[in-house]
């Protein structure tokens, strides 16, 4: 991690303004962004848009620590609640969680925060990056919105390895209370 969290912060609002504190907290939380939901806006669920078995290419295999071409669980899903709030990219090596875990997972519509604490999985979440990207186009009909989208990217690391790695993103509109 080359900068901080408050310089990521500093670098983000100086390209779309002020963030909110809810904008804050669900970019930089080293807990569950699930529970974070569930408070700002009720109770969420998640609608698993893909979710497919994948070979590591170099650049994902560096980034899990695993091999190129071991099979990585790569899955995409909207969170939500009677909107859309947060779009997720996850990113698992196969041969780290344990069976139950990783039947959960395959299974898609359970938020990964939800899985990590009903199989008590001690783990810790290392943010890699936090940023602004335009909106791609699926992402604009997904929230409806053109708006500059904030993203971080952070790892779920149990036993000193990455157990899960994720991209979250949400319009630079919502959360602004």
Partial sequence: M???????IKKVEK?????????????????????ILDVL????????????????????????GIAKGDTVNYRIVVIGHKEP??????????????NNFKEDLIRANIPIGRILKKYNIEARRE???IGVEEPSEELIQIFNTNSP?????????????????IKETFPKSLFTE
Wanted: proline content about 3%; charged content about 25%.
């Fill in 2 to 8: 080359d900068m901080n969290i408050s310089d990521w």
């Fill in 85 to 98: 709030l947060i779009h997720a990219v996850s990113l698992i090596p196969v041969n780290r969680p344990n």
């Fill in 15 to 35: 390209r779309v303004g002020k963030l909110s504190s809810a904008q804050k907290i669900l970019l930089i939380t080293d807990g569950s962004v699930t529970t």
């Fill in 127 to 129: 943010i890699m990056h």
């Fill in 149 to 165: 989208m904030l993203t971080r990217t952070y790892n779920i690391i149990h036993k000193d390895k990455v157990l899960i790695r």
């Fill in 41 to 64: 806006k009720g109770p969420v669920n998640i609608k698993t848009l893909i979710q497919e078995f994948r070979k590591a290419d170099t650049k994902i295999a560096d980034e899990l």
